[in-house]
């Protein structure tokens, strides 16, 4: 700063000097003109640059500040540092404010800023989407006026910020949100909705299955534990009631086993969902295999066939296609009634393998058909139940043939009869030719298979 005083205190000095000297030497009225000429000169500089400088500040962004020398030169200078410093953070912040505002259109919680007095001051575009908050229309808007439900506005009073309020989204039913308040600034609050349709989904297939397992083991159990019961405390019951006890005992058990068994074969097709075998399947062979099975589960009750239209082989896991293919087969002997048909059948269609069963069963109504392999889904209960059933046969149906690329077709027409088709890709298949004797995997007994 001490530098800014030195040159006009100099230039003061040498004009006292000049006015001295001609005071001397001309007389004080000279040394007196000397000064007013000075004077009128500094003031008609000041003016203008006085001019300069404002005619600058009305549009400072536009044009570079005056040029000028001296006192004034240092001050124009000093004014450009400044405006560059600012024009600089300017866009600092500009670019940050952009990259903000960038980032918050990516991210998809609704978010929105609500000031001391709960108006919105902003929000991002999934606020639309979950909450039917505009930014550019609600800004300003009391948000108690805009989201008017009960349990909103209780969520608001209490300001607990360590809560969260799942609700239905008040614009889509469908989408279930988790709202949280996070305080923050001066009295401000960032309200944060996050979509947990998922999640909620899930969870709620969760509590299903549970409830379904539970409520699958307590029929067999109730019954095994009734009977232990009785046989405990009536000592001489007639052999033949006994008899038929042990029976009824033994069935629930096997039922409970076959649950155990389905729940441990989905178990492991979820948790191993990478290492997918990659065996030769000779699908005439195991066609042939699960023919034999469903004569024997049929035990002469129906007409049962096989086709061979393809002797090509399957790429896949055998233990799993044998688990998903038997599963078609016994649905078909257990939901036909008897001097019913079932035919087995093996074809090529456009490069894809076809595994098809049919059957002249009782048929299934067409809103059932896109529930079925969902896990302890049936059509009759207590049909499904009587035949052994768990309801879970073509939920691991569905599960092998996805992890083979593969997808079930079903055609059903109630009083006529179903077909379930395993459809491999193409990918899948192996020509005859290619797959010579000693690859095909041997088969083995079905108390190996898994299912
Ligand atoms: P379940 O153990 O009850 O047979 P699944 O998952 O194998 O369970 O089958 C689900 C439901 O699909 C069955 O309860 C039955 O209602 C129906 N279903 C399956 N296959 C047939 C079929 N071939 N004919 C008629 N209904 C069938």
Redesign the pocket.
Known sequence: MMGFWWRPLGVLASILLVALILWAGSGWIAALGFLAGIQAFVMVRRLWQEFRLSRWLENPDEVDPPDATGTWGDIFYRLQKLQRRQRASRSELSNALEQFEHAAQAVPDAMVILNRSEQIEWCNPASRNFLGLDCDRDRGQFIRYLMRQAYFLDFLDAADYSQRLVCKSPINREITLSLQLVPFGASQKLLVARDITDLERVDAMRRDFIANVSHELRTPLTVVGGFVETLADVRDLPASETRHYYDLMLDHTRRMQRLLDDLLTLSRLESDDHSLKDETVSVAELAQALKSEAESLSRGRHRISLRLDSAASLKGNLQEIRSALG?LVS??V??TPDGGEITLAWREREGEGVFAVT?T????AAEHIPR?TERF????RSR?RETG???????IVKHVLTRHGARLDIE?APGKG?T?AAIFPAQRMQPAATASAAEVVPFPAREQAAG
Do not use: H, M, P, W
């Open positions: 599963n649905n078909a257990r939901y059957d069963g009782e048929g299934i079925l889904y049936r059509v009759d499904s059933g768990t309801g879970l046969g073509l939920a059903s179903s379930f």
